[in-house]
């Protein structure tokens, strides 16, 4: 930074020609705000008093580096240059920089001392509390504000929003409406993220026609807000006719529009899309990525995320992320372990998304060591999301008393167990047949943590009863159910049923599954696998010949291979694939193989 740098805010006319004056604008210009504070001693001592504007200028940038410290020295500076009592601007100045630092009781205590409060003041400490979250006290200083104006009622609005607390902001955006207070974008600003979470087409389309006779849709923000809450409320019809009719569309506005269609699945139309963006950026091409991913098409995100490394634009944290997820779907090690390279070589600063991402993806890949390495070498382990990839690892692998054991290092750890946790816990119960011990977790994670139970939660139970063949507290607990029994709970209740021979249950699970989806030709799959098991083989066939007369149609599945860094799907019967001689080939030499080894292994046993 030039040495002649004058900060806005320092008129240099009014300073003093002193060399006192002149050290400390020079360090405020090269930035070294520590050192220019340390230097208000000696201004102090000399009787010095600098104008307000500087004082002004420099708690701005101790607000801006959020440094309380150096901002209470500068406090304690006003107070011994006989400024005990600083002025409204000063104070105002005094409130923004404690508040922008997180110290809203120091804030408040300059609010109550000032003696004429204007309205700025209050917005200012209105605005500090609802940026920390803490509506309650901003609905106190709300309520017994003598003057409002629209800044105000955005700000509560806006708080509510980004808190959570949705209803009482939208009461406060009906109540600035009846009041007939003039909106600006701002006030739409605040609506539109209740339009977004609440996903509530009637109002957006409300909010929408609001915008529009009030002249903002030209506004980018907001324009790029209404086609986010259309695209939240899964309304894309709507979000395309807004977003083709906007004349001047940003970076955020194109990319929400890809996810829209990302996340209805329609593939091509977000390629397509993402292809005719004049500019993009890392959001852009992970929002691509990512949808690739999670409509199963790692290969197609692989090859996006190669694009993205020739042109040189930095990934992000959830880029790597679902780059990872994408190597776990299909399997492929070699891709996982060279994003795992390329985060150590640029010593990128992984977060615990990614690192539970890498060690996700080495665990799917069959290489659960690599993944325990990875957990055991991560510094911060404070947030359970790491721990419950780690303790589902184990569990998926078979090794399910190491899960439980690492689940109660996660509790002496004092992280605290969430509801993924007790999801994952109960199924290494269940595997483990440890009834006793997984009904001893559900209640005290329940009862002690306050984890309110949800609907995976009890099918998780009901298994681990099952399982144990516990069938009246199994029955007891489908009773105690706050849930509708769907195909999730009868589907797992099947396989228990199978395991453990019990046709009369597994047949009324059977007709619950007809009843719910008669057109299933897995379900009556499983009914025939029950027939099969007990060694009904007239009722298997009669189950046949129905599947048969109802034409139902399976859905085929399909398999991975990598070969020579190119990932192949191919089917049973596969026809089609270019190299299917050389799959059956090979096929016919792994079951010949197989036919010579088998005499061998049976004599053994």
Not at 17 to 36: D, R, T, V, Y
Not at 81 to 108: E, W
Not at 155 to 171: C, D, F, H, N, Q
Not at 333 to 340: R, S
Request: proline share 3%.
């Amino acid at each position: 930074m030039p040495s002649n740098f004058s900060p806005r805010g320092i008129n240099r006319k009014n300073l003093p020609n002193n060399c006192l004056i002149q050290s400390f604008l020079s360090l405020i210009s090269k930035g070294q705000l520590s050192e220019a504070i340390s230097s208000l001693d000696l201004l102090a001592q000399r009787g010095i008093r600098l104008p307000a504007e500087t004082l002004a200028f420099i708690l701005q940038q101790c607000a801006k580096s959020k440094s309380l410290k150096l901002g209470k020295r500068v406090h304690l500076h006003l107070k011994l240059t006989q400024r005990k009592t600083p002025t409204t601007f000063l104070s105002n100045h005094l409130i923004s920089m404690y508040l922008k630092c997180g110290s809203d009781v120091d804030a408040r205590k300059v609010f109550d001392k000032i003696p004429v409060k204007n309205l700025f003041s209050y917005n200012n400490m209105l605005s500090g509390y609802a940026n920390l979250g803490m509506m309650k006290p901003a609905r106190n200083l709300f309520d017994n504000m003598a003057e409002r104006d629209v800044v105000s009622w955005n700000t509560m609005i806006v708080g509510y929003a980004k808190s959570g607390a949705i209803e009482e902001g939208l009461k406060f955006y009906k109540v600035l409406r009846r009041f007939s207070i003039r909106c600006n974008e701002f006030s739409f600003a605040g609506i539109l993220t209740i339009c977004v979470k609440l996903e509530e087409l009637k109002l957006t389309r409300q909010v929408h026609g609001q915008v529009l006779v009030t002249g903002f849709l030209s506004n980018v923000v907001i324009s790029s807000s209404i086609v986010d809450a259309y695209d939240k409320c899964r309304e894309l019809s709507d979000a395309r006719r807004l977003f083709d009719e906007t004349e001047v569309r940003d970076v955020l506005t194109w990319t929400t529009m890809v996810s829209g269609y990302a996340k209805l699945g329609d593939m091509e139309s977000a390629s397509k899309l993402f292809n005719e963006m004049p500019e993009k950026n890392p959001v852009s091409w992970t929002t691509l990525i990512a949808g690739y991913t999670r409509n199963g098409l790692g290969q197609k995100a692989l090859e996006l995320f190669t694009r993205m490394m020739i042109l040189r634009i930095r990934p992000n944290q959830h880029t790597f992320s679902s780059c990872l997820c994408a190597c776990a779907s299909i399997v492929s090690l070699k891709h996982g372990k060279q994003v795992h390279g390329f985060l150590i070589r640029t010593n990128f600063r992984s977060n615990t998304i990614v690192m539970s991402s890498l060690i996700d993806m080495y665990s799917k890949c069959g290489c659960l060591n690599d993944g325990r390495q990875v957990f055991d070498l991560t510094d911060n382990k404070e947030n359970s999301m790491l721990w419950n990839t780690m303790i589902s690892a184990l569990t998926q692998h078979g090794y399910d008393e190491q899960a439980i054991r690492l689940f109660h290092d996660m509790v002496r750890s004092s992280v605290k167990p969430d509801k993924i946790t007790l999801a994952v816990i109960l199924n290494a119960c269940t595997h483990s047949g440890l009834v006793q011990e997984g009904l001893t977790y559900f209640e005290s994670m329940t009862h002690d943590l306050g984890i309110i139970p949800n609907q995976e939660h009890h099918v998780c139970l009901i298994e681990l009863l099952a399982q144990a063949g516990c069938s009246d507290q199994l029955m007891n607990q489908l009773e105690k159910m706050p849930y509708e029994h769907d195909s999730y709970l009868w589907n797992a209740l099947h396989g228990v049923c199978r395991i453990h021979g019990n046709i009369d249950m597994g047949r009324k699970v059977v007709d619950q599954l007809i009843d719910q989806n008669p057109q299933s030709s897995a379900t009556y799959g499983l009914l025939s696998s029950i027939y099969s098991a007990l060694g009904k083989g007239r009722l298997v066939e009669k189950v046949r010949q129905l599947i048969n007369e109802r034409q139902f149609k399976k859905e085929q599945a399909i398999s991975w291979i990598e070969i020579e860094n190119k990932v192949h799907a191919f089917s049973v019967s596969d026809s089609l694939h270019p190299m299917r001689d050389v799959l059956y080939s090979v096929l016919e030499q792994l079951a010949g193989q197989m036919g010579e080894d088998s005499p061998s292994l049976d004599a053994d046993r």
